[in-house]
């Protein structure tokens, strides 16, 4: 399946951005889907993932009660709704799917086997 991410953007400390993570080639089906980020000079870390089947969600403590992540199964794309975005959030961001990784391993960017290339999210102060 072929990744693509949009959505991000340039945006003042306390707005909203909504990423999209859209699926060419085959379905979410069967699949998990992350979304990482990383910052300059930083290690790439995770965001949240989400288990097409059956919707489960999973969220890092830095972005919980602020971001969401969702799917369409029309549009085949998965969102991540971010809001209070703060200048730590700034980073670019990127989808990636897996579909043998367990749950405790969907934390870890290691048990991605496909990425999309990132898009950029831009905080101001």
């Known amino acids: 399946v072929q990744l693509q991410a949009s959505g991000g953007g340039l945006v003042q400390a306390g707005g909203s951005l909504r990423l999209s993570c859209a699926a060419s080639?085959?379905?979410?089906?069967?699949?998990?889907v992350g979304w990482f980020r990383q910052a300059p000079e930083k290690e790439r870390e995770f965001v949240a993932a989400?288990?097409?089947?059956?919707?489960?969600?999973y969220y890092a403590d830095s972005v919980k009660d602020r971001f969401t992540i969702s799917r369409d199964f029309a549009k085949n794309t998965v969102y991540l709704q971010m809001n209070s975005l703060k200048p730590d959030d700034t980073a670019i961001y990127y989808c990636?799917?897996?579909?043998?990784?367990?749950?405790?391993?969907?934390?870890?960017?290691?048990?991605?086997?496909?990425w999309g290339p990132g898009t950029e999210v831009t905080v101001s102060s």
């Open positions: 080639g085959r379905t979410f089906r069967t699949y998990k």
């Open positions: 989400l288990k097409w089947d059956g919707g489960a969600t």
């Open positions: 990636a799917t897996t579909r043998h990784a367990i749950t405790s391993s969907i934390p870890y960017s290691r048990s991605y086997d496909n």
